[in-house]
Structure formats: structure tokens, C-alpha cells
């Protein structure tokens, strides 16, 4: 009679575990993980009879560091960023902005920018579309950072205020679409 309990608390946690894995849901415990810097796991649901379409929404885990480092798809192509609520602006390594084909003349750095490290010129561009995971933002105004400036390519608010919302808890931060 006593492993009766057991067994059942066993098979419910199993079939929360499990549902939770495929639908893609989070639940304290269940992961899924990539292979990048910090675990990025996609929640969405399926909407209900007669709503709209809930927007997506993507849970960012803190690294070592507690930095929210991401590869979000810039123009298609993968760039690794910092997620950064202090930064005006997507900022750009100047690296990341050649592989995106993005070669300012040294006439275009105007824009001055104070940052840790001192004032440094930028200059303003527009990206076509961020993705990140699910989430898909047009565009998005960013800056390119001379060589040596900044170490990685920053995800400011210039793609954060788009998004419906975003929150910071415990080591992980939520976005939503």
C-alpha cells in the first residue's frame, strides 16, 4: 500500500515532465538545452478557441558571468551579442558589421557615444530583421563601433522597446514577442 503513493507521484511528475519537453512549456527542473553560452528555450502556446495568437515569448539563461549572451539572426546572419538594457542601441562590433556586409566610410562616424570606456564615434544603420528564436523584429536602428571598441556586438533597447516586454529574474531573463 505505501509504494502505491510513490509510484503514482513518479508518473505524474513524469507526464508534467514530459508534456512540458513537448510542448515546449517550461517548468522549474525541465530544460531544453542548445549549445551556446547560455541556455535559450523558446515557450510558446497554442492559442485558445476565438483569441488572438499569444506572442512568443523566449527565456534567456544568465552564463557564468551573469552576462545574457545570445546568437541572435541578424539580416540571416548568426552575430553572438550581449543583452544589454543599459545601451541605447544594437551595437555593432565593427567584425560583425563586414560579415553582414555593413562597411561604413570613415565619414559615416558621427554619431558620438559615451560608453565605459570613454566617448567613441558610431555610425548609425539600420538593420532589416533580428531574430531571436522566435521572436522577429524589422528594423532595428543600431550603431557600428570602430575596431577595438567594444569586445561583443550588444542587444540594446533599440530591439528590446519593440518587444512587448522583457523581465529579469534569478538568473534568467524572459522575452516577450
Keep these: 500500500m505505501a509504494q502505491r503513493p510513490i509510484v503514482w507521484a513518479i508518473g505524474v511528475a513524469f507526464a508534467v515532465g514530459y508534456a512540458a519537453m513537448s510542448s515546449g512549456t517550461q ?3 525541465f530544460f531544453k538545452a542548445d549549445d551556446s553560452a547560455a541556455a535559450v528555450m523558446p515557450a510558446t502556446r497554442a492559442p485558445a478557441a476565438g483569441r488572438p495568437a499569444e ?7 544568465a552564463d557564468y558571468l551573469g552576462h545574457f549572451v545570445v546568437h541572435p539572426q541578424v539580416d540571416n546572419y548568426r552575430v553572438k551579442m550581449m543583452v544589454d538594457t543599459g ?11 563586414r560579415a553582414l556586409g555593413i562597411r561604413p566610410s570613415s565619414s559615416e562616424y558621427k554619431m558620438g557615444l559615451r560608453t565605459a570606456n570613454g566617448v567613441v564615434r558610431g555610425a548609425r544603420v ?7 528564436g ?5 528594423n532595428v536602428e543600431a550603431v557600428v563601433l570602430p575596431a ?20 529579469v529574474q534569478t538568473g534568467r531573463m524572459v522575452l516577450r514577442g
Design 27 to 29: 517548468i522549474a527542473g
Design 55 to 61: 506572442r512568443p515569448t523566449l527565456t534567456v539563461s
Design 87 to 97: 545601451a541605447s542601441l544594437v551595437a555593432l562590433t565593427e567584425e560583425d558589421a
Design 126 to 132: 539600420n538593420l532589416r530583421e533580428v531574430k531571436l
Design 134 to 138: 522566435p521572436i522577429l523584429v524589422r
Design 148 to 167: 577595438g571598441a567594444l569586445s561583443v556586438s550588444l542587444l540594446g533597447t533599440s530591439f528590446l522597446s519593440k518587444l512587448q516586454g522583457y523581465e
